[in-house]
């Protein structure tokens, strides 16, 4: 996970959230994700695999739709040990229950743990 900085210029300020970002050009959803964790966290993930993707459509308030899609990737503990926190105040490896107790984190990105966890209230 990682804390966000304490800024009034970027969206969910001093929150935890996942690391990821926007696409870019003509990147498609692995090739943005690949290129985010290199910038963020000097980390080449080998493998992604797909979780889940969320839309949220939010014209009714004047909003844009927004797009969020989730993969999981191993990393081992020697990966682990070289990441380099580049974006950001802060990073932490924690079991998902305790992130999702514990820490103020992005709402999309805690629905997504909840989802991955099966710990959604009402869902399946």
Do not use: H
């Not at 739709?65 to 990737?73: G, I, N, P, Q, V």
């Not at 999702?100 to 989802?115: C, G, N, P, T």
């Amino acid at each position: 996970m990682q804390l966000r900085d304490q800024s009034p210029d970027i969206a969910y300020s001093g929150c935890w959230g996942l690391f990821g970002g926007q696409t870019k050009g003509d990147e498609d959803l692995v090739e943005t994700l690949q290129r985010e964790l290199l910038e963020e966290l000097n980390f080449n993930p080998g493998q992604l695999t797909f979780f889940t993707s969320i839309y949220y459509d939010l014209t009714p308030r004047g909003q844009e739709r927004k797009f969020r899609a989730y993969f999981e990737t191993p990393l081992s503990e020697d990966e682990y040990k070289g990441l380099t926190l580049n974006e950001g105040t802060g990073m932490e490896l924690l079991p998902i229950l305790d992130i999702i107790s514990k820490k103020r984190v992005i709402s999309f990105d805690e629905y997504a743990l909840r989802l991955f966890t099966g710990t959604v209230v009402g869902a399946g």
